[in-house]
């Protein structure tokens, strides 16, 4: 039943055009085995305890997996609706001489708790709307309604760093400063307090130099601006957080009263770009949310009939670009990466031709077994690695109706229609057989060899399941991959350390958290060799986890 494949020598195969064709790639999975035991609430481990080494763990990895997620998804009777709506739950997994410990701990945020000493849930999260104190009388819980909804500080989606401080973060204005040695909560910091921004996202982008950029919405008496954020490397003074944050310019949503929904957005060398997407936020609904007695999350929705606009931004002066790229409507949670050669910038991502996937994952639907399951799976849009192409230096001398992507090796184009815009269509990064491991999420690089510059590996989870269910190591040379895979056990996003002796760009190893939810404790941190992608080591932890979300490795 434990099976290991390596499909170590795919041929690189063109996407077929029609529908038709691609629908028989993508056809309905059955018999989806039950993971309702990875969205159980589960203890933590506050003190580090061993674990069983299997294998090898080479003897140079000497830092700690930080990883974030949810791991508590009720409180007393009531109980949450969304997969992001869980408290958030901290793991390390500190790797030093071939051993291995582990410890998690849930963050001390407000909303946790609040709720904790209250026994029930009393702040609302994305897909779950605190109900009114039962203490109340009914005049008093008619008009907590009108009291506008608080943002929430359970900050479950991942580790960030800003100025080699380590913080957890969600997608509104707060985060909240870590001890990774300890996993101890230390500081709650609201970026609204540093510069006019309603919220950040938990996937910042680095330079070098630590300089480090993010975007967040802000909301006023004009309506809704995407931000670009930068914040310096370095602290004036030891207690500093976001002190010197700067915004370093503000893009006018297409429509201020419905602003696109964005979990990340992309760098290169030069230029920030942001991917404007038909997610949409109906702002009049979420703000009426808590009157409605609905969730945030019901002001969501996607609308196909929108294009998708990158939008580019010059990181040195903050300048946005007046040339726009559109293309046809697709919905991208994460980049793998950017990077300018030959006058073009080079866009990499993971790309579903639908984004309606995230009102997929509530719960009860995570939590669903049988014939139940497998229709929850199958209507779930997957996502595949594209590649768009934008022509950097276009003019009014630029010719329109012809295809300016001049690279030999690319499938990508890019056509001018009129002054100011150009319509892209991406290539595929894969061959047909990437259908059969259900498309590729997570994705990761070596981020500090790679980022922003040409490169040839990504990794990733392949999802043949409503999480990851394989690891892939994508070569984009040729377009092939290579495969972790065991049956029944579901890994993380694949975090990339190089080895401290590095030549090649794959030198190092890939750390996956596996969870198996048939077993009973049957967790394990797994290390793949970064160039073979053969098993290493393992360590088995013997402590239930909950699936999460996204980590870091933390040298120490």
């Excluded at 026994?119 to 203490?135: H, N």
């Amino acid at each position: 039943s434990k099976r290991r494949i390596n499909y170590q020598h795919y041929s690189r195969n063109v996407i077929p055009s029609s529908g038709k064709a691609k629908e028989s790639l993508t056809s309905a999975l059955k018999g989806l085995e039950t993971i309702a035991p990875l969205v159980r609430s589960v203890e933590e481990t506050p003190e580090p305890i061993s674990t069983d080494v299997h294998g090898t763990i080479p003897s140079w990895i000497n830092g700690s997996l930080l990883r974030n997620g949810p791991g508590k998804f009720e409180f007393g009777n009531t109980h949450y609706n969304h997969w992001f709506d869980g408290m958030a739950m901290m793991h390390q997994f500190r790797i030093s001489e071939g051993q291995v410990t582990y410890m998690s701990r849930f963050l001390h945020s407000d909303a946790y708790t609040k709720n904790s000493e209250q026994d029930r849930i009393v702040m609302s999260e994305f897909g779950t709307l605190a109900m009114p104190d039962p203490c109340k009388n009914f005049f008093q819980r008619f008009l907590s309604r009108f009291v506008m909804m608080q943002p929430t500080d359970n900050a479950s989606v991942s580790f960030v760093k800003y100025k080699s401080d380590y913080y957890v973060s969600t997608e509104t204005n707060f985060m909240y400063r870590i001890n990774p040695e300890t996993l101890e909560t230390l500081e709650k910091v609201d970026w609204s307090k540093f510069i006019a921004v309603n919220g950040a996202t938990a996937h910042p982008h680095y330079d070098p130099d630590g300089t480090t950029y993010n975007m967040g919405n802000s909301y006023g008496s004009k309506g809704a601006l995407y931000n670009i954020i930068r914040v310096p490397p370095e602290k004036s003074e030891a207690k500093d957080t976001l002190q010197a944050a700067k915004v370093l310019c503000s893009i006018v949503p297409k429509d201020k009263s419905h602003p696109s929904y964005y979990h990340s957005f992309a760098m290169s060398e030069n230029y920030v770009v942001f991917i404007e997407q038909p997610i949409k936020m109906d702002l009049l609904k979420i703000v009426t949310c808590k009157l409605r007695g609905k969730a945030l999350s019901e002001g969501i929705y996607w609308d196909p009939k929108l294009e998708t606009v990158f939008h580019l931004v010059n990181k040195h002066t903050g300048e946005v670009s007046s040339v726009k790229y559109h293309a046809k409507a697709f919905s991208t949670f994460h980049q793998i990466n950017a990077f300018e050669e030959d006058g073009f910038l080079m866009l990499d991502m993971c790309c579903s031709d639908d984004g309606q996937a995230i009102n997929n994952y509530l719960i009860q639907n995570l939590r669903k077994s049988g014939d139940a399951l497998d229709e929850v799976y199958n209507a779930t849009c997957r996502a595949f690695p594209r590649r768009f192409v934008l022509p950097l230096h276009v003019t009014s001398e630029t010719p329109t109706g012809q295809n300016l992507n001049t690279r030999v090796s690319s499938q990508a184009t890019c056509v001018k229609t009129r002054q100011d815009k150009v319509f892209c269509q991406h290539e595929d990064l894969h061959g047909d057989d990437l259908y059969e491991f259900g498309g590729l999420e997570f994705p990761m690089i070596n981020y500090s060899r790679c980022n922003t510059r040409p490169y040839r590996y990504f990794y990733g989870c392949g999802f043949r399941h409503m999480v990851g269910d394989s690891l892939l190591k994508m070569d984009l040379k040729d377009k092939t991959f290579k495969v972790w895979y065991q049956k029944g056990f579901y890994p993380s996003e694949p975090v990339f350390v190089p080895s401290p002796d590095a030549k090649d760009e794959d030198d190092g190893v890939i750390l996956s958290v596996v969870l198996t939810p048939s077993q009973d404790k049957g967790t394990f941190l797994l290390v793949l060799d970064g160039k073979t992608f053969e098993e290493l080591g393992r360590a088995n932890v013997p402590v239930d986890m909950a699936y999460g979300f996204h980590g870091t490795y933390a040298s120490a």
